[in-house]
């Protein structure tokens, strides 16, 4: 399964993580670097869905279109799903940066907001 995580200098600069599932590329917005230890936890926020291809977009989105700025590649692999579903994902990453088994954990009463963590 494809995983990517892109850095995107838009109006905030953020890391988008993305996981192919069903098709698609489910996609959050990380606004700080994307934990490479176990423990650390940062926030991330649940964005639409992207089609399968859009990690290999490297670039310039220009002024005026959604997420306008600059993408790039910060990590690429691939993962292994232990567990997807709608408020807990649990995968196993293998990627240049990203090594190990991540977690996403749906915050209780948010909508979009998750917590990334490295688990082992």
Known sequence: MIYVIQKHSASRLHWDLRLEHEGVLKSWAVPKEPPKVKGVKRLAVAVEDHEIGYEKFEGEIPKGQYGAGKVETWDRGTYVPIKFDKEH????????????????????????????????
Request: glycine residues 10%; aromatic residues 6%; without cysteine.
């Open 89 to 120: 994902i649990e995968v196993d990453i293998k990627g240049k940066k990203l090594k190990g088994v991540y977690l996403l954990i749906k915050l209780k009463g948010q909508e979009k907001n998750w917590l990334l963590l490295k688990k082992a």
